[in-house]
């Protein structure tokens, strides 16, 4: 359940929203914290897939035949995005559901019906975030779809589905309120879980785009998927732990930092940022779908 990491980093998440709100900070200083974060905790906590596929295979696992299944795996994935934009986009949308629904989770994982939750979970948050924020998603989607769709549609619709995505968690936690021992190995995870979900909202609802999306997926997201291999590698819980696992990660993260860097330097010399994010946002997702085949095999211990 990883308590402990989770209260630290909903104190840190307390704490970037009273030092925005206080220094104000400007659209250049968010984006260049964005893009700090990402370089030193996103891209590397989905640079382990191969050692996360060696440890729990041991000596059945070849590097070569993982590589190049990996690597099939992105090239598929790009050829949906080429061909059908809206299909690709679909798909990535439910399999982030699932992969943040399951980091987020702090109840069960052994039965279809906890995965089920957690992923509906998973998808009424991405589908919160991104309607929430639509005013800048609307020119990734544009761009990515390829449709005929006018941009004024996607807005109207945008603003239908953010109410019933609050609602559709509302009602999700109301119902795991009555069925707790079924949801959670000790009924006090329930309110735990409850208090996470609010301090996730409040702060995406009150903190501007760049800093929620540093903190949660820079943050939150990469830092307890990290937890989560550091546990299943055994590797002690300090710094010589965590550098230790960061230095696992150094050689796919140096590969991915590469291509980061094209990307920003395209971002730099371009008049239309917006083209540049939607090629940095297609290039995370490709690697979304090998990274979720492997990273949802890892399980923790019951607290």
Not at 29 to 38: G, K, N
């Amino acid at each position: 359940m990883q308590l402990k990491l989770r209260i630290y980093l909903i104190l840190f998440a307390i704490v970037l929203f009273l030092l925005n709100s206080v220094l104000k900070l400007n659209i250049t200083t968010q984006i260049s914290f964005l893009i700090f974060v990402l370089i030193i905790f996103g891209v590397p906590h989905g640079a382990l897939d191969l050692y996360i596929d060696q440890h729990l295979h041991k000596s059945e696992s070849n590097q070569g035949k993982f590589l190049l299944k990996y690597i099939a795996n992105i090239l598929c994935y790009s050829l949906v995005w080429y061909f059908s934009p809206i299909a690709a986009l679909i798909i990535f949308i439910l399999i982030t559901a699932f992969h943040f629904g399951e980091i987020d989770w702090m109840g069960k994982t052994n039965l279809l019906i906890h995965k089920i939750i957690y992923t509906f979970i998973g998808f009424s948050w991405i589908l919160f975030l991104l309607t929430k924020n639509i005013d800048f998603a609307i020119n990734i989607f544009l761009k990515m779809g390829r449709t005929n769709i006018k941009e004024v549609e996607l807005v109207t619709l945008a603003h239908k589905i953010y109410p019933i995505t609050v609602i559709a968690l509302i009602v999700i936690y109301a119902f795991l309120f009555f069925f707790k021992e079924v949801f959670f190995i000790k009924k006090v995870h329930y309110y735990y879980s409850l208090i996470q979900l609010f301090v996730l909202m409040l702060f995406t609802l009150f903190t501007p785009l760049w800093i929620c999306f540093a903190f949660y997926f820079g943050f939150w997201h990469s830092l307890l998927s990290f937890d989560k291999i550091r546990i299943s590698f055994n590797i002690t819980n300090t710094f010589d732990g965590w550098k230790r696992l960061l230095v696992k990660a150094a050689p796919f993260s140096f590969m991915a930092w590469f291509g980061f860097a094209y990307i920003t330097f395209l971002t730099l010399s371009s008049k239309d940022a917006s083209g540049i994010f939607t090629l940095l946002f297609i290039s995370l997702s490709v690697l979304a779908l090998p990274h979720l085949q492997v990273f949802t095999k890892l399980k923790l211990k019951p607290d």
